[in-house]
T-cell receptor, first 112, second 110 residues
Framework: QKEVEQNSGPLSVPEGAIASLNCTYS??????FFWYRQYSGKSPELIMS????GDKEDGRFTAQLNKASQYVSLLIRDSQPSDSATYLC????????????FGGGTRVLVKP | DVKVTQSSRYLVKRTGEKVFLECVQD?????MFWYRQDPGLGLRLIYF???????EKGDIPEGYSVSREKKERFSLILESASTNQTSMYLC?????????FGPGTRLTVL
């Protein structure tokens, strides 16, 4: 079992709709969770972090965390073509220092 | 803002050459990392360092070495470049707020 799992996609979303990305993790003691956006040919960019159960909103992005279910998600509201990218989920397992474990990423395509 | 810089965006080397990839961060982070990223394989950790002169092997250290003589600088060395080391190389530094990546070096080994 992979430590951090994501559906590879592509997730095709009409412009203006909500894109919903999911991520599950195996280490129940994990405390920090991150979402990265990576455009083709570019490096990953940190867009959201979440540490407590519940929702965290930042602009059009909402991260949701459910530690009991070992599940973290990212919602992108009012999706734009510029949101087309690969989104990486990352988890900081306990005793890992600040070394993150990354999922394989979900490719999102926003169609005009 | 955190800034991580890498010495080259694009690099072309020949098989057998010794290759140096340099990375510098300006946020006084203790933790630094080198990854490679290939299509379909995701991010793979090569080496990381928690402090000056300290290094730890990641998941794919074979064929690579690292050097960290100063806190802000972490170098990746390909001792004898091979064609299967053609890849995108990403340097990162981290603190509890997250991991921050440099722009990447696309290395081609001919």
């Amino acid at each position: 079992q992979k430590e951090v799992e994501q559906n590879s996609g592509p997730l095709s979303v009409p412009e203006g709709a909500i894109a919903s990305l999911n991520c599950t993790y195996s280490d129940r003691g994990s405390q920090s969770f991150f979402w990265y956006r990576q455009y083709s040919g570019k490096s990953p960019e940190l867009i959201m972090s979440i540490y407590s159960n519940g929702d965290k909103e930042d602009g059009r992005f909402t991260a949701q965390l459910n530690k009991a279910s070992q599940y973290v998600s990212l919602l992108i509201r009012d999706s734009q073509p510029s949101d087309s990218a690969t989104y990486l989920c990352a988890v900081n397992p306990p005793a890992a220092g600040n070394k993150l474990t990354f999922g394989g990423g979900t490719r999102v395509l926003v169609k005009p | 803002d955190v800034k991580v810089t890498q010495s080259s965006r694009y690099l072309v080397k020949r098989t057998g050459e010794k290759v140096f990839l340099e990375c510098v961060q300006d946020m006084d982070h203790e933790n630094m990392f080198w990854y490679r990223q290939d299509p379909g394989l995701g991010l793979r950790l090569i080496y990381f360092s928690y402090d000056v002169k300290m290094k730890e092997k990641g998941d794919i250290p074979e064929g690579y070495s690292v050097s960290r003589e100063k806190k802000e600088r972490f170098s990746l060395i390909l001792e004898s470049a091979s064609t299967n080391q053609t890849s995108m190389y990403l340097c990162a530094s981290s603190n509890p707020r997250g991991m921050f990546f440099g722009p990447g070096t696309r290395l081609t080994v001919l």
